[in-house]
């Protein structure tokens, strides 16, 4: 059975940067899509990025793109989230996700079957 654990997350004035990981136990991540989600206090959860099994997919919500990279190590067994130029708004709970049905150049920003316990990410000065 697969096992997401998130770590990485922290307090960070704005404009500052954070690396997410998720480590995987159980499984090789590199059989699976990975998607990274937020969740604010109020609001529903949103996904922010994804990696393709291949690794040559990514993408990102708007609100991120040009701020937030991901990206997969296989000998690691560990997918990252790269945050750079953090905002207050980017303030929330983040979850990785995996799931092994999708192909191999594909990832949605939905629709993920395991799924990680997260780690808070605060943007304050």
């Known amino acids: 059975q697969l096992h997401l654990v998130e770590s990485g997350g922290g307090l960070v004035q704005p404009g500052g940067s954070l690396r997410l990981s998720c480590a995987a136990s159980?499984?090789?991540?590199?059989?699976?899509?990975i998607g990274w989600f937020r969740q604010a206090p109020g609001k529903e959860r949103e996904g922010v990025s994804c990696?393709?099994?291949?690794?040559?997919?990514?993408d990102y919500a708007d609100s991120v793109k040009g701020r937030f990279t991901v990206s997969r190590d296989h000998a690691k067994n560990t997918v990252y989230l790269q945050m750079n130029s953090l905002k207050p708004e980017d303030t929330a709970v983040y979850y990785c996700a995996a799931d092994g049905g999708y192909s191999f150049s594909y990832c949605p920003l939905y629709g993920y079957e395991h799924w990680g316990q997260g780690t808070q990410v605060t943007v304050s000065s």
């Open positions: 990696i393709s099994i291949s690794g040559g997919t990514t």
């Open positions: 159980g499984s090789a991540l590199q059989y699976y899509a």
